[in-house]
């Protein structure tokens, strides 16, 4: 398994875990936007992590400390609907961090089964959304760390259901699939 898969792993864990959680729409839940997560950047401390999300946010969900090496999981509710944040920390630091559904927008329908045939694998995010048209695909994850970045967009077709969905890593396509386009 290459590094880039066990990197996406935690991306991809988040947003199964949270689509069946409910909504983050009662005003009392403490979440995270989209603005918020943006504010935390990699190498910063959790304490700063829990000063720039709301208090109670973010939950410590694993830990452990082994030769010298600390390492401390944690996840945040979104503040939009099956929306989540997670940051793990290495030694005190930001190391990597994901955000699932945290953008909040929706697809525009236009997705079509031609302008999936000219999104090509090697393909760049700024050529897919030339080629799908503005407000086509919605990036739905992403995952950073210092050295790779890893982004999911689905793409909906709304007169009758199909979908796209493509994975980049480090800003180029890799794996893209698509059900029911016409």
């Given at each position: ?175 893209r699939n698509q059900a029911g386009l016409r």
């Amino acid at each position: 398994m290459s590094r880039m898969h066990l990197f996406a792993a935690p991306v991809l864990a988040a947003g199964l875990a949270f689509v069946a959680a409910p909504s983050a729409s009662a005003a009392t839940t403490a979440t995270i936007s989209k603005a918020e997560y943006d504010l935390i950047k990699l190498g910063t401390t959790t304490s700063n992590m829990h000063s720039i999300a709301d208090s109670g946010a973010c939950k410590l969900k694993s830990s452990d400390s082994s030769g010298g090496i600390s390492y401390r999981h944690y996840e945040c509710k979104g503040n939009k609907p099956y929306s989540s944040a997670s940051f793990d920390f290495v030694n005190g630091k930001l190391e990597i961090k994901g955000q699932v559904y945290l953008d909040g927008v929706e697809s525009n329908g236009k997705m079509t089964k031609t302008k999936y045939g000219k999104i090509k694998v090697g393909s760049t995010i700024t050529q897919m959304h030339e080629i799908a048209g503005k407000g086509t695909c919605v990036r739905v994850a992403q995952s950073l760390s210092r050295t790779d970045s890893i982004s999911i967009y689905d793409c909906e077709q709304a007169s009758t259901f199909g979908v796209a969905s493509f994975l980049f890593e480090n800003g180029k396509l890799t794996t893209r699939n698509q059900a029911g386009l016409r």
